[in-house]
């Protein structure tokens, strides 16, 4: 936003040293304008919204250990997801995008999050940026490239609703398998 306001700023005086419409002095008042006019469009075009290029953003959200919102399968390209954690009680979740090995499940995660701990996570390959963790109340929006192949969401946090310290998210089921597709 700095970038925003200094460019503002930068047409406020640029404004503020034109002469008005009515008493120009030949030929410089046109090009004060078009220049004027110019910087306006700059700046409106560089703050505008960007979007994915599937031009949606897919809310995902937790609550009781479970990932909703989330579809089963998407086209390959650029998404943005909203993560929320939705909760009724404090605790801190995360949504990590892993890649699925031929053959693999999310019970295969699962398994190993039981057998393994928190530690089963660096087994995975991870995709793209992690949806670091959220706490009850927040959220993360991350963009991720996806080309086909087998993937899930899952969570290695370890708390307890309310608090404290207990398995992790990903062995009490709290992983979800998507397909992306060409």
């Given at each position: 936003m700095a970038g925003r306001e200094g460019a503002v700023r930068a047409v406020g005086r640029a404004v503020a040293r034109s002469e008005p419409l009515g008493r120009s002095r030949g030929k410089n008042a046109g090009w004060r304008l078009l220049a004027v006019t110019a910087v306006f469009a700059l700046v409106s075009t560089a703050c505008s919204k960007s979007s994915s290029s599937s031009g949606e953003l897919t809310t995902v959200f937790v609550q009781k250990f479970r990932y909703h919102g989330m579809p089963s399968t998407l086209k390959s390209g650029l998404h943005q997801f909203l993560f929320q954690n939705k909760e009724s009680l404090p605790i801190t979740h995360e949504m990590i995008p892993v890649a699925l090995p031929s053959g693999k499940k999310a019970?295969?995660?699962?398994?190993?999050?039981?057998?393994?701990?928190?530690?089963?996570?660096?087994?995975?390959?991870?995709?793209?940026?992690?949806?670091?963790?959220?706490?009850?109340?927040?959220?993360?929006v991350e963009t991720l490239y996806l080309p086909p192949g087998t993937y899930a969401i899952a969570c290695w946090q370890t708390g307890n609703l309310g608090g404290g310290e207990g398995d992790p998210h990903a062995a009490r089921g709290m992983v979800f398998q998507f397909t992306v597709t060409s």
């Open positions: 019970q295969d995660v699962i398994n190993d999050a039981k057998s393994k701990g928190p530690d089963s996570e660096d087994e995975w390959l991870h995709i793209g940026g992690d949806f670091g963790p959220a706490d009850t109340g927040a959220g993360v």
